[in-house]
């Protein structure tokens, strides 16, 4: 057994003290998949890397236990703490490519790990790595062990990783996760490939994740944790049929499904605490529904609610009235408003393709094609979801028909918006149109200029795209923005690294809504935020095209977020349209094995609604 007893991590930052961790125990056996979840900053990886003695520099276990079948691992010098680490405990993390070593072939680098933790040498090493490669199902691995990692795909790096983790053939796996850079159907492969290698080797599964769909497929049982704690422990059905800890509920609450359309999602109002403050009582009080007057003052203890079932509340330990609160009021949204018989856009044909770079006399393609003749409509007021996996030419649709790809790829076919086709507008006529075709991208992080205050951000698209207005009609309407999209008027003068994640993406959406779009491109706009989060942003967008008729082109892998959100749906492969039609009718009997194959690779979750 795999045990953490009172783990308690700090790290040393600029704003002070992070209690990471503050007293942790779990307990995983051989043959389960625990699944650690929650939201980013909770503490799920650093939990992970404190047991493999991997913290970072600025990083430290200040007290518990860690310990393998009895043993103190924590304590454990550090030459037989290496045969521990991949021998008795591997890991493997989100993101293949930076994990594999580029200038090692993928053979040698599992070799590496076969030697260090079994018997066997050379020949007999490399024939097992061959066996590895095959048992993970990398195609022709007589071959493929000699490959550097550039020349496979990112689920391919993915199997490398999981057969050099399980090379060693430990007993335990650690899995932070491991498919969040991965496409559905590969997420499905590998998936699938972490539970039959369980199945036959008897392998302990910590599984690190934020997807609780995944989770749901997966696990035995749940840890939930919030701001360094876990609070609440329960096997995995009854978690999702029941949760226990408000915040649990809020949470699968959050999530976006066909059950929610058309009402706005519970978001958690506030955002996680930041662990260098001192907690007083719960940790959750702010932000939670069901407070009571004494859950500021009494931090509560992890106790027992029934066989495998631990709550941190107090609602169960010290029960008491919960504190009266403003009832919530519901945004009153105007009616839908009426579907147009003309399209805002109709996109006839649309081909992208971009030039390859090639050597003289290269012999291959010269050309790639990421789009392929696609077509399709949007009305004012709807909303269109373009999906696919990664490749599939979703995005190069979105940025051709938002015209920022002008400049790097020929782009043929029409994209006409209102009846101008946008391909050929040029100077002024282009620069009108622009301002009604916005688009907000998947990272807020990388989307902002990190040396312009958000004022800044917001008012460099009006004075390029709306020279009429003068100094005090653009600050009124900034002002106007950050109300909209629920900022506080002081945001203004802030920087981007000022914000959490939401609130970045929420300047994004008043930059794209300070030129009155008609239409916004959304590319994946909410797949680098939390749950509760992402519910916040989606209610927005939601309000926001109620209010005034926007059209959405909405780019996501999300079905759930599909399901929410879109009127339609257009089903993407390798830069053609595959099938697309009304979505309640493609979601519920799609006709092309693509759709249906892409569907059933997307992990589903049934959580019961309260
Ligand atoms: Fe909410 Fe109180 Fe329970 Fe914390 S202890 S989750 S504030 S009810």
Same mark, same amino acid.
């Given at each position: 057994m795999l045990e953490i007893d009172d783990l308690q991590v700090e790290l040393d930052a600029d704003a002070g003290?992070?209690? @990471?961790? @503050?007293g942790m125990r779990l307990a995983l056996s051989r043959g389960e998949t625990f699944a650690l979840v929650g939201e980013s900053g909770c503490g799920k990886s650093m939990t992970a890397l404190a047991l493999m003695r991997?913290?970072?520099?600025?990083?430290?276990?200040?007290g518990g236990a860690v310990r393998l079948d009895g043993q103190?691992?924590?304590?454990?010098?550090e030459g037989r703490m290496r045969d521990v680490r991949g021998g008795r405990i591997a890991m493997i993390f989100q993101e293949p490519s930076t994990s594999l070593?580029?200038?090692?072939?993928v053979g040698d680098q599992i070799v590496e790990a076969i030697e260090a933790h079994t018997v066997l040498r050379g020949k007999a090493a490399r024939a097992k790595a061959i066996d590895w490669l095959a048992r993970v199902g990398i195609p022709e691995p007589q071959r493929r062990?000699?490959?550097?990692?550039?020349?496979?795909s990112g689920g391919q790096k993915q199997r490398v990783m999981i057969a050099i983790a399980l090379a060693a053939e430990p007993d335990y796996l650690i899995a932070d996760?491991?498919?969040?850079?991965?496409?559905v159907t590969i997420q499905a492969q590998i998936l699938d490939l972490i539970r039959d290698l369980q199945r036959e080797r008897q392998l302990g599964v910590l599984l690190i994740t934020h997807d609780l769909a995944v989770v749901g497929g997966m696990a035995h049982r749940v840890a939930l944790m919030y701001a360094g704690q876990i609070i609440e422990v329960a096997p995995a059905a009854e978690f999702f049929a029941a949760p226990r800890h408000p915040y649990a509920r809020l949470l699968l609450q959050a999530l976006p499904d066909a059950a929610r359309r058309g009402q706005p999602l519970a978001a958690i109002a506030g955002t996680v605490p930041p662990l260098w403050q001192a907690f007083?009582?719960?940790?959750f009080a702010p932000r939670c529904?069901?407070?009571?007057?004494h859950c500021a003052g009494t931090p509560p203890a992890l106790t027992d609610?029934?066989?495998q079932r631990q709550v941190r509340c107090l609602l169960y330990s010290q029960p008491g009235d919960a504190l009266p609160r403003?009832? @919530?009021?519901?945004?009153a949204l105007p009616p839908l408003p009426p579907v147009q018989s003309e399209p805002l856009l109709d996109v006839r044909d649309l081909r992208v393709r971009f030039m390859l770079r090639t050597p003289?006399?290269?012999?291959?393609?010269?050309?790639?094609? @990421?789009?392929?003749g696609i077509a399709f409509q949007l009305r004012a007021g709807r909303t269109l979801a373009l999906v696919g996996?990664?490749?599939?030419?979703k995005t190069t649709s979105g940025k051709a028909i938002a015209q920022l790809l002008r400049r790097q790829a020929r782009i043929s076919g029409q994209a006409l918006f209102e009846g101008c086709d946008l391909f050929k507008l040029q100077g002024q006529a282009l620069l009108q149109a622009r301002r009604h075709l916005q688009i907000i991208f998947q990272d807020p992080f990388a989307s902002l200029?990190?040396?312009?205050?958000v004022a800044d951000v917001l008012e460099e698209g009006l004075i390029a795209?709306?020279?009429?207005?003068d100094a005090g009609q653009r600050l009124a309407r900034l002002r106007a923005l950050v109300d909209q999209v629920g900022?506080?008027?002081?945001?203004?003068?802030?920087?981007?690294?000022?914000?959490s994640g939401g609130q970045r993406q929420r300047i994004a959406i008043a930059r794209a809504l300070a030129v009155e779009p008609r239409l916004i491109v959304c590319?994946?706009?909410?797949?680098?935020?939390d749950v509760s989060v992402q519910a916040q942003i989606l209610n927005l967008l939601r309000e926001l095209q109620r209010e005034q008729g926007l059209a959405y082109l909405f780019i996501t892998h999300n079905i759930g977020v599909v399901e929410y959100i879109a009127d339609d749906i257009a089903v993407m492969q390798a830069g053609r349209i595959v099938e697309r039609g009304a979505c309640a009718e493609v979601l519920g009997q799609p006709r092309e094995g693509f759709t249906k194959d892409l569907l059933a690779a997307v992990p589903r979750l049934l959580v019961a609604r309260s």
């Amino acid at each position: 057994m795999l045990e953490i007893d009172d783990l308690q991590v700090e790290l040393d930052a600029d704003a002070g003290l992070v209690r @990471a961790i @503050a007293g942790m125990r779990l307990a995983l056996s051989r043959g389960e998949t625990f699944a650690l979840v929650g939201e980013s900053g909770c503490g799920k990886s650093m939990t992970a890397l404190a047991l493999m003695r991997l913290l970072p520099e600025n990083g430290r276990v200040a007290g518990g236990a860690v310990r393998l079948d009895g043993q103190d691992l924590l304590v454990l010098p550090e030459g037989r703490m290496r045969d521990v680490r991949g021998g008795r405990i591997a890991m493997i993390f989100q993101e293949p490519s930076t994990s594999l070593n580029p200038v090692m072939r993928v053979g040698d680098q599992i070799v590496e790990a076969i030697e260090a933790h079994t018997v066997l040498r050379g020949k007999a090493a490399r024939a097992k790595a061959i066996d590895w490669l095959a048992r993970v199902g990398i195609p022709e691995p007589q071959r493929r062990i000699d490959d550097y990692p550039f020349r496979l795909s990112g689920g391919q790096k993915q199997r490398v990783m999981i057969a050099i983790a399980l090379a060693a053939e430990p007993d335990y796996l650690i899995a932070d996760e491991p498919t969040t850079a991965l496409d559905v159907t590969i997420q499905a492969q590998i998936l699938d490939l972490i539970r039959d290698l369980q199945r036959e080797r008897q392998l302990g599964v910590l599984l690190i994740t934020h997807d609780l769909a995944v989770v749901g497929g997966m696990a035995h049982r749940v840890a939930l944790m919030y701001a360094g704690q876990i609070i609440e422990v329960a096997p995995a059905a009854e978690f999702f049929a029941a949760p226990r800890h408000p915040y649990a509920r809020l949470l699968l609450q959050a999530l976006p499904d066909a059950a929610r359309r058309g009402q706005p999602l519970a978001a958690i109002a506030g955002t996680v605490p930041p662990l260098w403050q001192a907690f007083d009582g719960c940790r959750f009080a702010p932000r939670c529904d069901k407070a009571m007057a004494h859950c500021a003052g009494t931090p509560p203890a992890l106790t027992d609610e029934g066989p495998q079932r631990q709550v941190r509340c107090l609602l169960y330990s010290q029960p008491g009235d919960a504190l009266p609160r403003a009832p @919530a009021v519901a945004r009153a949204l105007p009616p839908l408003p009426p579907v147009q018989s003309e399209p805002l856009l109709d996109v006839r044909d649309l081909r992208v393709r971009f030039m390859l770079r090639t050597p003289l006399l290269h012999r291959g393609p010269r050309h790639f094609d @990421a789009v392929d003749g696609i077509a399709f409509q949007l009305r004012a007021g709807r909303t269109l979801a373009l999906v696919g996996e990664s490749g599939c030419g979703k995005t190069t649709s979105g940025k051709a028909i938002a015209q920022l790809l002008r400049r790097q790829a020929r782009i043929s076919g029409q994209a006409l918006f209102e009846g101008c086709d946008l391909f050929k507008l040029q100077g002024q006529a282009l620069l009108q149109a622009r301002r009604h075709l916005q688009i907000i991208f998947q990272d807020p992080f990388a989307s902002l200029n990190p040396r312009m205050r958000v004022a800044d951000v917001l008012e460099e698209g009006l004075i390029a795209l709306r020279p009429e207005l003068d100094a005090g009609q653009r600050l009124a309407r900034l002002r106007a923005l950050v109300d909209q999209v629920g900022l506080r008027r002081d945001a203004l003068q802030r920087w981007p690294h000022e914000f959490s994640g939401g609130q970045r993406q929420r300047i994004a959406i008043a930059r794209a809504l300070a030129v009155e779009p008609r239409l916004i491109v959304c590319d994946e706009p909410t797949s680098a935020l939390d749950v509760s989060v992402q519910a916040q942003i989606l209610n927005l967008l939601r309000e926001l095209q109620r209010e005034q008729g926007l059209a959405y082109l909405f780019i996501t892998h999300n079905i759930g977020v599909v399901e929410y959100i879109a009127d339609d749906i257009a089903v993407m492969q390798a830069g053609r349209i595959v099938e697309r039609g009304a979505c309640a009718e493609v979601l519920g009997q799609p006709r092309e094995g693509f759709t249906k194959d892409l569907l059933a690779a997307v992990p589903r979750l049934l959580v019961a609604r309260s």
